[in-house]
């Protein structure tokens, strides 16, 4: 089922139902501070899926720093991304940043039809994919 509503308002019970090949979209206020919806996503919800579980975020550009041009958002979630990917709990499946920056000609060559971006734009879909056993106690 679809649930649109903030980390505060859904509560941890509206992610324990989640199983192997369900989704995960997350676009938070991408600031990881105690108390905030970054804090409770990726401390609290994203240890508790089951492993298999499929996760996007958005506004991420791993392996790049942000854009100097969002300095003053304040934006700090896509360390916390680099936490899940490096102790090998969570894997990249597809990244549209490092397609785009790394992929630029293979990505023409199957889409090109596909429209430019506004300038300014960028691709920042990331998709992981939990390989770690659920933490059921934290």
Do not use: C
């Amino acid at each position: 089922s679809i649930q649109q509503a903030t980390i505060q308002q859904a509560g941890e019970t509206a992610f324990k139902d989640l199983a192997a090949g369900d989704m995960l979209f997350i676009d938070s206020s991408h600031v990881l501070m105690p108390g905030s919806d970054v804090d409770i996503l990726f401390n609290r919800i994203m240890p508790m899926l089951p492993k298999g579980a499929l996760v996007h975020i958005h506004d991420i550009l791993l392996p790049d720093p942000y854009p100097d041009a969002w300095e003053w958002r304040g934006y700090n979630e896509q360390n916390a991304v680099y936490g899940l990917i490096a102790d090998s709990g969570y894997q990249i499946i597809a990244s549209s940043h490092y397609a785009e920056t790394r992929m630029a000609e293979d990505v023409q060559a199957l889409m090109p039809d596909l429209p430019p971006k506004p300038d300014g734009a960028h691709a920042t879909s990331i998709w992981l994919e939990k390989r770690s056993p659920a933490i059921t106690e934290i």
